[in-house]
């Protein structure tokens, strides 16, 4: 896959999870976190959440035709994604089994298809 074609796929990956993040924050949310993301506070930082990698996403499908640009946001994309990754690690304890092992390994591997991105256009 070239460099254009991963970075396509990362901006719509990006684009479609901060949509349903944004759209249906209690439905994507629980995918993440389990029944605990019915709460409203709970609802208000998974659309936050949201947006930053709706945003990301569009900037990425935005920029793709501008090598240098469209490698920075990819690049800030895998460092949000270490951020989720890390922050899935933390709350460990209040997630289900299998999100203690499933978010995390998303998480990496997008942000892995990120720097792998990065590093073919570099």
């Given at each position: ?48 959440l949201?947006?930053?990698d ?68 570099e």
């Amino acid at each position: 896959m070239d460099r254009i074609d991963r970075t396509t796929l990362l901006g719509a990956i990006r684009l479609g999870v901060g949509a349903a993040l944004v759209v249906a924050p209690g439905f994507a949310g629980r995918i993440w976190v389990g029944e605990n993301a019915d709460g409203r506070g709970t609802r208000v930082f998974a659309r936050a959440l949201g947006a930053r990698d709706l945003v990301l996403g569009a900037r990425i499908l935005q920029t793709r035709a501008d090598k240098k640009e469209a490698v920075d946001f990819v690049k800030t994309g895998v460092i949000s994604d270490v951020a989720d990754v890390v922050a899935t690690i933390v709350a460990f304890r209040h997630l289900s089994p299998a999100r203690r092992l499933a978010m995390p390994l998303i998480a990496g591997a997008v942000g892995a298809l990120g720097y792998a991105a990065a590093q073919a256009a570099e």
